[in-house]
């Protein structure tokens, strides 16, 4: 029970984030489970599962409060849905760490640039065409991969490229869904094909995988009137300087400094 709280809390204040920015419920769960010294891909196959049922709950606020941009979300999603069983192949198979630096690097530059951008008047912009499938697809890996990364990938991608932030966070989070269905079927087709042996290691875990699923259920509905309601400028600095935090925590992480 006090596993089953704590991960609550942790569910309720991940979703809250990332429901109103777009990004952080997976990197803030998955970072809670290994800190608790859960393996890896346990972390990102939990973490995922909770997923199912927050991704829905939070698309459904978001569509409910009309912030999804449905053409973006047609051409966002299956590359997304691509890059994650990809990236749940690799890291049920070796370890995916060694692209982390280079993943810290791009998050700190356009953190960098969403802050720049918020205290000048950029005017929104139709979202260049060629860089949705390979940001879908790059988000969906490292998602996958490492436990998180649809949201910072693809959503600090498309503010970077110019779009809105009230329809990217909303498409971005409405899509996630899909993305966290196709990597948590990945997931169990590794195991029951034998290429991953974590049967107990996930029954060991199911405490926290509740409460994260139920935190996060109270926190989603919250999240599209947080977005319909900030300023864009509001919510470019949230974004920018938690894009801009995190990269510099996986950058201490990194260098052995924690």
């Known amino acids: 029970m006090q596993d089953f709280l704590?991960?609550?809390?942790?569910?309720?204040?991940?979703?809250?984030?990332d429901g109103a920015l777009g990004m952080a419920y997976g990197v803030i769960s998955s970072t809670t489970l290994l800190a608790f010294?859960?393996?890896p891909a346990h972390a990102s196959a939990a973490v995922h599962a909770a997923e199912l049922f927050t991704t829905a709950a939070s698309g459904t606020a978001h569509f409910y409060h009309?912030?999804?941009?449905?053409?973006?979300?047609?051409?966002?999603?299956?590359?997304?849905?691509?890059?994650?069983?990809v990236g749940a192949y690799v890291l049920t198979s070796f370890d995916g760490s060694i692209v982390k630096p280079f993943v810290t690097g791009y998050l700190a530059l356009v953190g960098a640039w969403l802050l720049?951008?918020?205290?000048?008047?950029?005017?929104?912009?139709?979202?260049?065409?060629?860089?949705?499938?390979?940001?879908?697809?790059?988000?969906?890996?490292?998602?996958?991969?490492?436990?998180?990364?649809?949201?910072?990938?693809v959503t600090t991608g498309l503010l970077g490229a110019g779009a809105a932030p009230r329809y990217v966070i909303g498409t971005v989070n409405a899509s996630e869904f899909l993305i966290t269905l196709a990597?948590?079927?990945?997931?169990?087709?590794?195991?029951?094909?034998?290429?991953?042996?974590?049967?107990?290691?996930?029954?060991?875990?199911?405490p926290a995988i509740g409460g994260l699923i139920v935190g996060g259920l109270f926190a989603?509905?919250?999240a599209g009137l947080f977005v319909k309601t900030l300023a864009e400028t509001v919510?470019?600095?949230?974004?920018g300087a938690l894009i801009v935090l995190l990269a510099g925590w996986q950058t201490v992480q990194q260098l052995g400094w924690i």
Request: charged share 10%; net charge positive.
């Open 116 to 153: 720049f951008r918020s205290f000048r008047k950029i005017p929104s912009r139709p979202v260049p065409a060629p860089i949705v499938a390979p940001l879908g697809a790059a988000g969906g890996f490292l998602d996958a991969a490492g436990g998180g990364g649809w949201g910072p990938i």
């Open 220 to 222: 989603a509905p919250l």
């Open 183 to 206: 990597v948590s079927v990945s997931f169990l087709l590794a195991l029951v094909t034998g290429h991953w042996d974590a049967a107990g290691g996930m029954m060991d875990h199911l």
């Open 66 to 85: 009309r912030n999804i941009d449905w053409k973006l979300f047609w051409r966002l999603a299956p590359f997304g849905i691509l890059g994650g069983c």
């Open 235 to 239: 919510l470019l600095r949230l974004v």
């Open 37 to 39: 010294g859960v393996a």
């Open 6 to 17: 704590l991960f609550a809390l942790v569910g309720f204040l991940a979703q809250a984030v």
